[in-house]
Each structure stands twice: as C-alpha cells, then as structure tokens.
C-alpha cells in the first residue's frame, strides 16, 4: 500500500522540547510528537515530575529524556538547549507551552508583579528560548516552532487582562518570527485552544454555576480534553504542514465562530 500522505506525518528521529509538558496540554502534545516518532524532551519547573513523565512514554516503547526549566529563568532556558544537545546531538522542534495566570481580578488591581510574572513566563521566555533554539533549528532544515496562546490572546475576557496581553503578545511573536525565519525554513505556527480542562483554567470549570456559562457559550457545549490538541502540533511539527508558517490555528468547539 502507497503511505505517500501518512508518512508526512512521520518524526521518526526529530527532536522536539515541550515546556510546561509534565502535565495538561503540553504533556499530551509532548505524547504525540512521541508517538509520531519524536525523540521528545519533557520539560517543567520539577525534575521529579518530568522524570516520571518521561518514564511512563519509556514504558510504552517511546523516546523521552526529562529535564526540568523554570522557563521564567534565564540560566535554566539555556540550560534546557544545551542538555537538548547534549543528549540528542539536534533540536527539530520546539513547542512553547509553559504559562502562568497568578492574578485573577479587575485591571485596576493588576499590581506591577504579577503582570511582570505574567510576560516573563508567557512571552519573555518564548521569545527567548527561540532564540536559543534558532541556530539548531536552523540546522535541522525542517525546524518547527509551535506557540501555545489562547483564545484569550484574540478577544479580550473580563479579569484577565495580563494573561490576555501576554497571550496576544506571543500570536505577534509567531508571526514575526515565521516572517523572517522562513528563508531557513524554520515554520512558526500558533495554537489557540478555547476552554481546555486543566489545572491553570480550574477556577473556570470548578464552579459548577461558572461551568455552566462556559459550556453555554460553545457551540459543542463541552470543555476540550488536552489530547484533543495533541493532533493539531503533530501536524503543524510534521512535513504534512510543511507548507504552513505563520498562522494562528484556534481550537475552541466553535466559541468565536
């Protein structure tokens, strides 16, 4: 049988860090890459939990190596590229997950930390860890950078507001980079998943009375689990979207129709 289509899917050999992947979104993600064939590194702030991470995908057969990044410091982002390198030899991929939302209220009350905190580790590392990766990707002929920002980032939601700059931010980010990095054929690519149930959007699904406004609001009337986005970086990560750069995929059940 002729496979000319499915083996664009194929990422036996590429090399791929997940931030924020012991966990939710990022850990699905990181799962699928694995599954396509990716050497995959599992990344977030404890060793522990990446270590066990990467241990469940070894079990099944797969290619993980955890190591642990506070992508909000700057030593540890580079440490993540470099022991990449050190234990692959290559970086292919680069999925820039990680985020935070320390303060939920009105603007007025956003203190100048928390919104510090915010871009630090929504957007400053993003941008900087590109950075970092860019001559390896850049080698690799086929890199692929995929930024996770959120429905949040293309309409403003009320109590938000840092989150929502941030990830507003990181959309423009993509796109500049996918304008100049192309001539490399470096493709940057930018997800924006709606209501996902995980642990940073709990204050929105633990209350019953607040679910029930969410779910009102999406056309498919439910919340995303994380392995529903899982297919959309395989793609974008892969030769099937070889042709795709700079543009903004949203995964929201219908929501901003």
Request: proline content about 3%.
């Amino acid at each position: 049988m002729t496979t000319r289509i499915r083996t664009r899917f194929d990422l036996t050999d590429r090399v791929a860090i997940v931030t924020g992947s012991s966990k939710g979104i990022g850990e699905a993600m990181a799962r699928g890459l694995a599954e396509f064939g990716a050497k995959v590194i599992v990344s977030s702030r404890s060793q522990e939990a990446v270590d066990e991470v990467a241990a469940t995908y070894r079990e099944d057969g797969l290619e993980a190596t955890g190591i642990a990044c506070h992508v909000g410091d700057p030593a540890a982002r580079q440490q993540l590229i470099d022991r990449t390198i050190a234990t692959y030899g290559r970086l292919d991929i680069l999925i820039n997950n990680a985020a935070t939302n320390p303060y939920y209220g009105p603007v007025e009350g956003l203190t100048a930390a928390a919104y510090q905190k915010t871009m630090d580790v929504n957007l400053t590392a993003a941008l900087e860890l590109s950075n970092l990766a860019l001559p390896h990707l850049r080698a690799s002929g086929k890199g692929s950078v995929i930024h996770i920002s959120s429905i949040e980032g293309l309409h403003a939601n009320a109590n938000f507001a840092a989150y929502n700059i941030s990830k507003a931010g990181i959309i423009m980010l993509g796109k500049s980079q996918a304008t100049e990095w192309a001539a490399d054929n470096i493709r940057v690519n930018v997800i924006c998943p709606g209501l996902v149930k995980t642990k940073l959007s709990r204050a929105l699904w633990e209350d019953e009375r607040a679910e029930a406004q969410w779910k009102n609001a999406i056309p498919l009337n439910r919340m995303a689990t994380p392995d529903e986005l899982a297919g959309l970086a395989v793609y974008l990560a892969s030769d099937a979207a070889s042709y795709v750069t700079g543009t903004v995929v949203v995964a929201d059940g219908g929501m901003l129709g």
